[in-house]
Nanobody
Framework: VQLVESGGGLVEPGGSLRLSCAAS????????MGWRRQAPGKERELVAS???????NYADSVKGRFTISRDNAKNTVYLQMNSLKPEDTAVYYC????????????????WGQGTQVTVSS
């Protein structure tokens, strides 16, 4: 089971980016999915999360600018980031709580490899 992110890059302040993360492998079920980020010299922080039913949660710093969504048929979660600021610069990690076909009763947390988002003029 793995999570593969895409969509990071360099963008000017005020610009937009869309991150995608696809889960693949021997998946039995996917519960919550989300995004965390880590800026240089700072701890990892939750950016946004979404349950299997579509309930969302956002960090205060991104409310009104970022939107998380998911496509359950594709096992994919998205993060639309608008009005980006230099302080959004970080490595963004996709996370998911999943159960596999061999451990249907034991959901575990999985992380992607991370994708760099740089907001700079």
């Amino acid at each position: 089971v793995q999570l593969v992110e895409s969509g990071g890059g360099l963008v000017e302040p005020g610009g937009s980016l869309r991150l995608s993360c696809a889960a693949s492998g021997s998946i039995f079920s996917i519960n919550a999915m989300g995004w965390r980020r880590q800026a240089p010299g700072k701890e990892r922080e939750l950016v946004a999360s979404i349950t299997s039913g579509g309930s969302t949660n956002y960090a205060d710093s991104v409310k009104g600018r970022f939107t998380i969504s998911r496509d359950n048929a594709k096992n994919t979660v998205y993060l639309q980031m608008n009005s980006l600021k230099p302080e959004d610069t970080a490595v963004y990690y996709c996370t998911s709580t999943m159960a596999t076909m061999t451990r249907k009763d034991a959901a575990m947390d999985y992380w992607g490899q991370g994708t760099q988002v740089t907001v700079s003029s």
